[in-house]
């Protein structure tokens, strides 16, 4: 699955680290639950 953020330049540096850290932490799981971030003017570009 994939999620598409519009995040302001401001504060792309706070949800560079803060985005993968809170999604890996939403649930107690027996396995990690990853989370990669791509930066881009459109979804291609991030990818």
């Keep these: 699955d ?3 953020l519009e995040v302001p330049a401001d504060e792309l ?3 560079r680290e ?3 850290r809170l999604m890996a932490s939403a649930a107690e799981l027996r396995v990690p639950l990853l989370a990669e971030v791509g930066v881009g003017p459109n979804w291609e570009a991030a990818h």
């Design 2 to 4: 994939e999620l598409v």
């Design 18 to 20: 803060a985005i993968p």
């Design 13 to 15: 540096d706070w949800a």
